[in-house]
Structure formats: C-alpha cells, structure tokens
C-alpha cells in the first residue's frame, strides 16, 4: 500500500466529494439525485479521512500488514451504506412510490443491525482475535463471534435482495437501461470483494475495494449530472410498439397530474425557458410539494424531467406540422436553452436523432 497509491486515492476522494455537494445544490425536487449526492459527498469524505489516516499509518510502519477477519467496523460501515447504495434501483423505478417514510422503512433491518452492532463496540467492546477462517469454529460461542457473523450474513443477504427486487417487480411506469445494469454489476463486483476481504486478509482485495468504490462514485455522479434519472426510463419516452407488454401492471397516477397533463398539453408555458415549478404551483393553486408528488405518481422523476418530456412531445408535434422549420428553431420553440442537452435527451428518450427524426417525416410527407 503504497504512498503514491494512497495519493492518488486521495485526489479522486476529493473529486467525488465535490460532485456530490454540486449534486446537492442541483437537486431541486430530485429525491435520487440529492440522496446520492449525499452519498457520494460521504463516500468522498469518509474516503479521504481514511487514506489520510492510512498515509500517516505507511509512512510511519511501511511493513503494515491486517491480521483480524470478520472486522465488525468494517462490516458495519459496507452494511449501512450498502443497504442505501442497494436501494437506488428499486427508488429508480418507481419514484412515485417510495416515498420518505417507505425507503426508511426498508432501511429499518440494516439501522437494527447498525445500532445493534455499535452499541456492542461502546457498551461491552470484546472482540475475540480472529486471524484465519479455522479460528471460527473452536470460538463460535463467543458473542461476538456470533454477533459478527450475523452481521456478516445480513449484510450480504440484504443488499442482495434489494438488487435482485427491481429485476423481478414490474409495477412501475419506467424501463430499466443500460445504466441500471452496469450499476447492478458494479454492486455484484463490490459484493464480491467484501466477501473476500471480510473473510480473508488480502492487501490487494482491500486496495481493490477502495479505487473501485470511488471510481464507481464518480462514474454514477457524472450520470446524475447529466440525467435526471440515469438507470431508468419513462415508458411514454420510447419508442416501442408493445409498451403494455414491458409493465403489465401500471400504478395510478394522482388526479392532480390529470389537472397538470391537460393544461400543459393545451397551454404549454414551458416554452418559456425559465418556466419551473413554482410557476406552475402558482397557476393550478397547489403546493410545489404536490405539484412534484403527483408529477412523481405519473412515473417521472421529478419536474425537470417531466418538462424536459413535455418539451421533446411538443418538438415532434411542431416537426410535424412544420417540416421546413430546421432543429434549431423548433428546439427554441420548445423552451430548450442547449443543444448539447436536447440532442442527448431526444436521443436518449427515442432512440434518434433529431436531425434524422426530421428527415423519415419529411419523406413520410
């Protein structure tokens, strides 16, 4: 575990903090987007406390090796924070299900287990040396063996569980991606190295885990800056011939987003470039809180990304109707502000381009 690694380490630490207080800022009603800029603003900062911690330890003992398994501390903190990274794709999926109360709800078993865990540490503190895996056994009647293996099953069963749900659930108004896949992967890849590491004393594994964690961070902060939800797409934003077969079971939007569909479809004020959703609380009489929540019912993410799908809607009906109008004008037309941005939703959304979108109606024509 080298200096220059550790450096290294360090710098990219700082990086993910940065991008999660930006996160933060950006959030707006994003629920996704502001927990995880929580999280990687953690991950960042608990990371960098720590490879400070490990420089001063390689410079001062350069021979350092690990000698203990089924360290509790570490089991605790990959638990708590599993079990929150875990539920991104489920909250994904359905944004306009978990609410608060439900994500603390199955965020109840790991702050048990947490709790349960710490309190040990502080109030009784013996941890029987366990230094290779035939050491398990002759002291497994020791109760902080027992409690460690608890700790340890559990920490990998739950996260399991919440990464296989979304694979299997299909009531939600959103199409898993690409993205929600390597996401998953990467979880699988941490699982994986966390079972090593918890139960085998390996410098590598453990150096591994660390540049692994925090390139992933990275990776997905770039994603949420980019999109407002990047594992994850409306079903209305694809261009498939059989939606109702991809969710056979669709939640029921509020009766408030009925109300906001109707006058946005008739009015569009989000032409304006500058509309956002006090403009349209202030409009329909209603608290932004429930102008976001029944947004969120109808499957969206958020305001942003439900007005960024009212604005490519209207930029193919006005492509229709005015096919000698170019790309530009109509995507001033439709309230966008940057080509780069609406080049990649509309992409994203429907699978082509703008340009090319044009062009096969202008034949059809």
């Known amino acids: 575990m080298g200096t220059t690694h550790l450096s290294i380490e360090l710098i990219f630490d700082l990086i993910a903090l940065t991008m999660g207080v930006i996160l933060i800022f950006r959030a707006k009603d994003n629920y996704q987007r502001l927990y995880w800029g929580v999280i990687a603003f953690a991950i960042g900062a608990v990371m960098s406390w720590e490879n400070i911690g490990w420089l001063i330890v390689v410079t001062d003992t350069p021979t350092y090796e690990f000698t203990d398994l089924l360290n509790i501390e570490k089991m605790l903190k990959w638990y708590a924070l599993a079990s929150i990274v875990c539920l991104f794709p489920i909250v994904s999926l359905s944004p306009g299900y978990f609410s608060h109360f439900r994500i603390f709800t199955f965020l109840l078993p790991p702050i048990i287990i ?10 009784n503190g013996k941890i029987t040396p366990i230094n290779s895996l035939n050491e398990i056994i002759p002291n497994i009647k020791e109760l902080d063996i027992k409690l460690r293996l608890a700790i340890f099953l559990l920490s990998i069963l739950i996260p399991l569980i919440f990464l296989i749900y979304p694979l299997i659930s299909n009531k939600t108004y959103r199409k898993i991606n690409n993205n929600l896949y390597v996401f998953i992967g990467f979880l699988f890849l941490f699982l994986s190295i966390y079972i090593l590491f918890t139960l085998n004393i390996n410098e590598f594994v453990f150096n591994l885990f660390g540049i692994s964690a925090i390139i992933f961070t990275i990776l997905f902060s770039i994603q949420y800056l980019r999109h407002e939800n990047p594992f994850s797409d409306h079903i209305d934003m694809i261009c498939d011939t059989n939606k109702e077969d991809l969710h056979t079971s669709r939640p029921q939007p509020l009766p408030l987003f009925s109300k906001i569909e109707t006058y ?36 969206f993410t958020g305001f942003r990304e439900y007005i960024n799908y009212r604005r490519l809607e209207y930029f193919r009906q006005l492509a229709t109707e005015n096919p000698n109008k170019n790309v530009k004008e109509l995507m001033y037309l439709c309230g966008f502000t940057s080509r780069a941005t609406f080049y990649r939703n509309f992409s994203d959304k429907y699978g082509i381009s703008p340009t090319k979108y044009i062009e096969i109606h202008s034949i059809k024509q």
């Not at 032409?271 to 929540?293: C, P, R, V």
Request: net charge negative.
């Open 114 to 123: 947490v709790t349960v865990g710490l309190c040990y540490l502080c109030f």
């Open 264 to 299: 946005l479809k008739e009015e569009h004020p989000y032409t304006d470039q500058n509309y956002n959703i006090e403009s349209l609380a202030e409009f329909l009489g209603e608290k932004e809180h429930f102008i976001s929540g029944a947004i969120k019912s109808g499957g």
